[in-house]
């Protein structure tokens, strides 16, 4: 790895390896419920990252992994027509500590906000609604403004509102970006 | 009194369990977090110790790696006589390429480039043709390659003793992917062998065992009459070297 500052340089894949892959398995598996699943996702996860790397910033790599693998497993989950499902572990009390109030009808309505909208904005929900990261945070994670991640955060709450307030069947599967 | 504490987001504490720069090493002072940090590693320790790691890289080199365009059926016999000449042209070449004596001092199929710092209280300089070096200086490697290869760095001194610089640990060799140069995480300290110190970066598409290239380096410098600028050729490897001079015995013979 370089020292820190600026593109990293030429990469020791084995100890990034090393350094990574617990997170991000643990991370793939989290999300999509099945320890196979996640492990076949886990090279595709790296070679995103890789792939991505001589055009990297400051990012951090850590952070570049988790979002790449929550992006990965949300587009797996909609191409098999499957539903992010909140675990009756999750605690719903946390997201009344966030910048939002809190979102009673994420967990009901989740699938059919989540599905109907892009990628990003799917893994901006799930990083600040269901992971509990601070609007900055998600902002840092994703690479955009904190100011982006809002707004793309309302249109999310004002459809699942529109959806809330018209029963019915669900349009189904997003735009993958 | 005192605000609640926001709870820690997963990734927070994979950061805090990685001891990511950033990372909010604050909250460990909470010991539910220093356990939730401390299981998380545990975890990670037995993930990397379930897995073949050198195979995993292996894969992710190929997946990296594009596979090379395959020409339109149509042109495949057009292709015929140059494929001919190429193989006729390597055909001819191997006798140099297995020749002690060869002209070429670096046999590089590929673009590897070596560079050596001069490490000071001011920081670090490129060593030049011109610097001559003594011991106690410290000297820091960088390396970049111009595709996916797995390389062994070791170096050759004065007294043909050898030193494996790369892989750090570990039996086999260490997969590099392309990108601006890379400093190696240590820096070493050059001791009294006089006369020069020599880099070669060893490497190859696939991934090898060290111990037959620190052999075969072994024996080249035991035999060879001046190690410090004969040809290294190691049949089935790429090699890339560099010379760092240094004080005693007339510099690099």
């Known amino acids: 790895m370089n020292d820190g500052h600026g593109p990293p340089a030429a990469i020791d894949v084995e100890a990034l390896y090393a350094r990574y892959a617990p997170m991000v398995f643990r991370r793939c598996k989290a999300l999509l419920g099945h320890e196979q699943e996640a492990e076949d996702l886990l090279q595709d996860v790296f070679v995103n990252v890789l792939r991505a790397l001589p055009r990297l910033s400051d990012r951090g790599l850590s952070s570049l992994m988790y979002t790449t693998a929550t992006r990965l497993c949300l587009n797996r989950l909609a191409k098999h027509g499957r539903k992010y499902e909140v675990s009756q572990g999750d605690d719903i009390d946390r997201f009344a500590v966030l910048d939002e109030p809190a979102p009673s009808w994420l967990r009901v309505y989740a699938h059919q906000v989540l599905g109907t909208v892009e990628t990003s904005t799917r893994v901006m929900a799930v990083l600040h609604f269901v992971d509990g990261m601070t609007l900055q945070q998600v902002a840092d994670a994703t690479g955009m403004s904190v100011s982006g991640v809002r707004k793309r955060l309302r249109q999310l709450k004002a459809r699942a509102e529109t959806l809330e307030t018209t029963p019915g069947p669900r349009q189904q599967g997003g735009q993958d970006d | ?253």
């Open chain 2, 1 to 253: 009194m005192t605000e609640p504490r926001r709870p820690l987001s997963p990734l927070e504490l994979e950061q805090l369990a990685l001891d990511e720069p950033g990372a909010p090493r604050h909250r460990l002072d909470d010991p539910a977090v220093a356990q939730q940090v401390e299981a998380l590693r545990d975890e990670n320790r037995t993930f990397v110790a379930g897995r073949d790691l050198r195979q995993d890289a292996a894969a992710l080199a190929r997946a990296l790696s594009p596979a090379p365009p395959r020409p339109a059926r149509r042109w495949r016999w057009a292709l015929a006589p140059a494929a001919l000449a190429c193989a006729a042209a390597v055909w001819l070449a191997l006798p140099l390429v297995t020749d002690p004596t060869g002209r070429p001092a670096v046999r590089t199929k590929g673009q590897s480039t070596l560079v050596a710092y001069h490490v000071t209280a001011g920081g670090q300089r490129a060593i030049g043709p011109d610097t001559v070096l003594g011991p106690g200086d410290e000297v820091r490697l960088g390396l970049t390659v111009d595709r996916a290869a797995h390389v062994v760095l070791v170096s050759v001194d004065g007294r043909r003793g050898l030193t494996v610089h790369l892989p750090r640990d570990g039996a086999g060799s260490v997969l590099y992917l392309p990108g601006p140069v890379e400093r190696l995480h240590e820096a070493f300290v050059l001791d009294d062998a006089p006369g020069f110190e020599r880099f070669f970066l060893v490497r190859r598409p696939e991934p090898f065992l060290v111990a037959p290239v620190i052999a075969q380096v072994s024996a080249w410098a035991e035999r060879t009459p001046a190690p410090a600028r004969d040809p290294l050729l190691l049949d089935g490897y790429d090699v890339t070297d560099l010379v760092v001079a240094k004080t005693g015995a007339g510099g690099p013979r």
